[in-house]
């Protein structure tokens, strides 16, 4: 499981995933476009240059995860079932450009790239967050997200509205505190004196 950067390394994760693959004919001259990870600030300002953002919009917990417990490996196997926070990260992809050619690129490449490649492991996020597990999978799906929603946020932000696609990565699961667990029942008890059975 995940600590609290588990977020955060997921984003990034998807940030280099698509950096590693950006074909050169979109990065070197004369289109030069870029892959980044947006803020809030970054959209509250109009978008300039060539550019594939990821906006993370919402984080919302996993309503058929939320009662999970799975056994803990290791030594600490025998602690009892480990809790876990499990939750889904809605992102936007968002290409924008001064080019309808490059931004229609921009969008269509990176489409294809998540339906190719739509699992992100341990592989891609264990330098940003080493806790995570080795058989933990994070999927990456179309998000049904409805045109007048996808507008609101657009409406909170000055930017001008570009060509945007909504995903969900499903699922990181946060670490919580183990439970605390309680012994079995008293039988005997220790005196100074000696042993007394109860």
Same mark, same amino acid.
């Given at each position: 499981?995940?600590?609290?950067?588990?977020?955060?390394?997921?984003?990034?994760?998807?940030?280099? *995933? =698509? #950096? !590693?693959?950006?074909? %050169?004919?979109?990065?070197?001259?004369?289109?030069?476009?870029? $892959?980044? &990870?947006?803020?809030?600030?970054?959209?509250?300002?109009?978008?300039?240059?060539?550019?594939?953002?990821?906006?993370?919009?919402?984080?919302?917990?996993?309503?058929?995860?939320?009662?999970? *417990? =799975? #056994? !803990?490996?290791?030594? %600490?196997?025998?602690?009892?079932?480990?809790?876990?926070?499990? $939750?889904? &990260?809605?992102?936007?992809?968002?290409?924008?450009?001064?080019?309808?050619?490059?931004?229609?690129?921009?969008?269509?490449?990176?489409?294809?790239?998540?339906?190719?490649?739509?699992?992100?492991?341990?592989?891609?996020?264990?330098?940003?967050?080493?806790?995570?597990?080795?058989?933990?999978?994070?999927?990456?799906?179309?998000?049904?997200?409805?045109?007048?929603?996808?507008?609101?946020?657009?409406?909170?932000?000055?930017?001008?509205?570009?060509?945007?696609?909504?995903?969900?990565?499903?699922?990181?699961?946060?670490?919580?505190?183990?439970?605390?667990?309680?012994?079995?029942?008293?039988?005997?008890?220790?005196?100074?004196?000696?042993?007394?059975?109860?």
């Amino acid at each position: 499981m995940a600590s609290y950067k588990g977020v955060h390394g997921a984003l990034i994760a998807l940030e280099n *995933f =698509f #950096k !590693q693959r950006l074909p %050169a004919e979109l990065s070197a001259e004369p289109t030069n476009a870029t $892959v980044k &990870l947006l803020g809030s600030s970054d959209i509250a300002d109009t978008l300039s240059g060539n550019l594939l953002g990821i906006y993370l919009h919402r984080i919302a917990i996993d309503d058929h995860g939320r009662t999970r *417990f =799975f #056994k !803990q490996q290791g030594s %600490a196997s025998n602690e009892g079932p480990s809790p876990e926070l499990p $939750v889904n &990260l809605h992102f936007l992809l968002i290409a924008n450009s001064n080019s309808a050619t490059v931004e229609a690129d921009l969008m269509a490449w990176a489409m294809v790239e998540i339906a190719n490649h739509s699992q992100i492991d341990i592989s891609h996020v264990q330098d940003i967050d080493d806790e995570w597990g080795q058989m933990e999978l994070l999927n990456i799906t179309p998000d049904e997200m409805s045109i007048e929603d996808l507008m609101r946020i657009w409406d909170v932000f000055e930017s001008p509205y570009t060509s945007t696609m909504p995903y969900t990565a499903k699922t990181v699961r946060l670490r919580l505190n183990p439970q605390r667990t309680e012994g079995g029942d008293v039988k005997t008890r220790v005196f100074p004196t000696g042993r007394l059975g109860k």
